[in-house]
């Protein structure tokens, strides 16, 4: 056998040997028993991949531009080009923009957001993704269920029917709060909210208490009273925010209502993408 032609051979074997073990590995990744959240840094916005047990993909928000394409692609295998479900809790730039990619790029299976309406040329664009990708569509408010295998998440506001209405008391007010269920973990995952809609949360009858909560709106000073963290008193907080942001955030004075009452905090403008694991009685974080 030529040479040439016999070294091109063991180059290919070995070539395949090692993508053969890549699947392997990859595959058993799969086939753990944990919850898998991940909190992207994608600047001065929200995006978080959530895995389950079983394999349910779900991503909540986008973030701004489209960084959250490239944050994907480390999460997921490169052949998975497919999305369970895709939450938007509100159409504001810094947590819709990179969903209009994320509809181009994936299959995305259903989507569910408030269907509340804005004016401008990125909610047209969703509008028009929405039309294009062809997914299941679920307009959201408080009392619905989403079951992922052994995963439950179950939507605490907004307490109306937003779809097709514009908003008169802020967008953000309007945001998807999610509470999710692994076990005796729980992630509550908070938009922007603000303290008006704390409060109805507090008033309401649903348990809004988690292990891991989602700061509201980036650590503004309008959210995370201390009724509020103390009622939803979680172990563990996550701030998404840009590093050196024009808007202060996150607020001191949060920060240090987050310190009072003794919970760890991380940032991923510090931290960078943090990835929280749990196996439905203990959960652990790390970041790149």
């Known amino acids: 056998m030529d040479e040439k032609l016999k070294t091109n051979i063991i180059l290919v074997s070995l070539f395949l040997l090692v993508l053969a073990n890549v699947f392997v590995w990859q595959f058993v990744f799969s086939l753990d028993n944990n919850l898998k959240v991940v909190f992207f840094d994608v600047g001065q916005g929200d995006s978080i991949f959530i895995e389950t047990p079983q394999g349910h993909q779900i991503l909540i928000d986008g973030g701004p531009g489209k960084r ?3 944050k994907l692609g480390r999460v997921m295998p490169f052949w998975d080009r497919s999305l369970d479900l895709v939450v938007l809790t509100h159409p504001e730039y810094d947590h819709l923009s990179g969903l209009i990619e994320v509809l181009r790029r994936y299959e995305v299976k259903n989507i569910l957001w408030t ?4 004016s401008g040329g990125l909610f047209e664009q969703w509008q028009k993704a929405l039309a294009a990708e062809k997914a299941r569509v679920v307009f959201a408010h408080a009392g619905e269920t989403i079951k992922a295998g052994n995963v439950f998440g179950f939507i605490l506001s907004p ?7 514009t908003s008169d008391k802020g967008i953000n007010e309007t945001s998807v709060v999610l509470s999710l269920v692994f076990g005796a973990n729980g992630f509550l995952f908070t938009g922007d909210i603000g303290e008006k809609t704390e409060k109805a949360l507090l008033n309401g009858t649903g348990d809004i208490g988690a292990d891991v909560l989602k700061v509201a709106h980036h650590g503004s000073k309008y959210s995370s009273s201390k009724e509020f963290l103390s009622s939803v008193a979680p172990r563990l907080a996550v701030i998404s925010c840009g590093a050196n942001n024009s808007y202060g955030h996150p ?4 920060l240090s209502n987050l310190l ?3 919970i760890t905090v991380l940032r991923t403008d510090q931290k960078g993408d943090i990835t929280i694991t749990s196996d439905g009685s203990n959960f652990k974080y790390k970041n790149k």
């Open 68 to 70: 959250v394409s490239a």
């Open 251 to 254: 607020n001191k004075e949060v």
């Open 260 to 262: 009072e009452f003794g």
């Open 159 to 165: 307490r109306e029917d937003l779809s097709g209405r």
């Open 115 to 118: 269907g509340i309406e804005t």
